[in-house]
């Protein structure tokens, strides 16, 4: 599986909206950062077509350790949540949005 990194991302911006190798790397951090900002002060982000990013607040728990057995407390903590529209959903699974929507009836 590859990864696409952020210097890719900026090199496509680059390449495919005619920016100057600068401006696209600073247009992608400013977008990056928009985002983190928003998530990280607890608020969802919503990308159309894409998908809704979100911030859960999980409670404090017991858990486990696995080796010896014995209760640990977990934390509260809050945690980073994506969840795909259905257009990416359909996309990754190489269908069109309008067959995944006849699926779900």
Partial sequence: MKTVT????????????????NESNALLETVLKR???????????????FGTFSV??????????????????ILPRRVLVFRPSHAMRARVNGRTPDAEAGDEG
Avoid: F
Wanted: aromatic content about 2%; hydrophobic content about 25%.
């Fill in 6 to 21: 952020r210097a890719q991302l900026a090199e496509t911006i680059y390449a495919e909206v005619g920016l100057s190798r």
């Fill in 35 to 49: 985002i983190s900002d928003r998530l990280e002060s607890g608020e969802s982000v919503k990308i159309s077509g």
């Fill in 56 to 73: 859960r607040q999980k409670g404090r728990r017991i858990g486990r350790n696995p080796k010896t057995g014995d209760e640990v407390p």
